[in-house]
């Protein structure tokens, strides 16, 4: 039992994104959640094992896996894409409406191209405030909306920016962040570290 996601079968989960033909042929409904991650890695499945456990973690612990899966690449992101990444950070350490802002305003700077835009996007979109400019009408953003953002940033990390010979290469990120979203499901505590920026003392 994974003390994060203790759904007794993941037929709830499943149900929040949408499948990939490769995943409905390994996941059904009545199993456990550690037994579909097990499932869909030995297949090496890595992407729909990233999104499931994006969509199976709580908010606040998916957003934390995806900052810390970008982190793993922090040599690769210019200094205003390190920017959005800490947005999701300090939102975390301080989950209100002016991060939450913040984190918005740094993903529409550097372009959704780019995975440290998702997951400050992830922070917009976590269900805690409107989605529109706030002159307009409140509108919340759709259940699990958060989810998607969360497995795009790690999905988007894994490709690119294109990995050198040197790099760990993106099998391994993938395996990298997957273990650290199952240590995350099993409870491990959520230990924040802002990334350095060049130039910030």
């Known amino acids: ?8 079968n993941i037929a709830a989960i499943i149900e929040r994104y949408q499948l990939t033909e490769e995943a409905l042929a390994v996941l059904s ?3 456990l959640p550690k037994q579909a991650i097990d499932a869909l890695v030995e297949k090496e499945l890595y992407n729909d094992s990233i999104q499931f456990i994006a969509h ?4 606040i612990d998916g957003i934390f896996w995806a900052s810390e899966a970008l982190s793993l690449r922090k040599n690769e992101w210019d200094n205003t894409q390190l920017q959005a990444i800490n947005s999701a950070k300090h ?14 305003q740094l993903a529409d700077r550097i372009g959704l191209d780019v995975a440290p835009a998702w997951v400050a996007k992830a922070v917009y979109w976590s269900g805690t405030g409107s989605i529109v400019s ?15 953002a969360i497995a795009a940033a790690i999905s988007i990390a894994a490709a690119i920016p294109e990995w050198q010979p040197e790099d760990i290469g993106y099998e391994k990120f993938y395996l990298t962040v997957i273990e650290q979203g199952i240590n995350i499901a099993q409870g491990a505590p959520l230990h924040i570290t802002l990334l350095t920026i060049n130039g910030e003392s």
Request: net charge positive; aromatic share 6%; no cysteine.
């Open 134 to 148: 706030p002159e307009l009408p409140t509108v919340m953003p759709p259940d699990f909306l958060y989810g998607h």
């Open 56 to 59: 199976a973690l709580p908010m």
């Open 91 to 104: 939102w975390l350490q301080q989950p209100n409406e002016t991060n939450r802002i913040r984190a918005n």
């Open 29 to 31: 409904p009545n199993m």
């Open 1 to 8: 039992m994974l003390k994060k996601i203790p759904n007794s």
